[in-house]
């Protein structure tokens, strides 16, 4: 089993930044995809970003897109989101997600494509 820990959500203000941290421990990753997907009060759960460990290619929400940038640590099985320029419309319930024994260059946007999934962090930017 794979348990996944989201850290580094809070409170904002427009225009400011945050870095989400997403770390990884149970089951031994050997290749896998990573996720971030967030989830704002009465909407569904929408693709953030991606990427993949072993070709390291990353795939982005275009409302994020020039603004976030994920990136990972191998060594250390966390991966992290970093969040600049900051919009209210950023306001939701953020979740790291993964999968395993995945091959594929791209990184996936779908929530099906992911096995395992965090408890979320708060993210709130105030106008």
């Known amino acids: 089993q794979v348990q996944l820990v989201e850290s580094g959500g809070g409170l904002v203000q427009t225009g400011g930044s945050l870095r989400l941290s997403c770390a990884a421990s149970?089951?031994?990753?050997?290749?896998?995809?990573m996720g971030w997907f967030r989830q704002a009060p009465g909407k569904e759960r929408e693709f953030v970003a991606a990427?993949?460990?072993?070709?390291?290619?990353?795939n982005y929400a275009n409302s994020v897109k020039g603004r976030f940038t994920i990136s990972r640590d191998n060594a250390k099985n966390t991966v992290y989101l970093q969040m600049n320029s900051l919009k209210p419309e950023d306001t939701a319930v953020y979740y790291c997600?993964?999968?395993?024994?995945?091959?594929?260059?791209?990184?996936?946007?779908?929530?099906?494509?992911?096995?395992?999934w965090g408890q979320g962090t708060q993210v709130t930017v105030s106008s």
């Open positions: 990427t993949t460990w072993s070709s390291g290619n990353t």
């Open positions: 997600a993964a999968r395993n024994n995945y091959q594929s260059a791209y990184a996936p946007r779908l929530t099906d494509a992911y096995d395992y």
């Open positions: 149970g089951r031994t990753f050997s290749s896998y995809a």
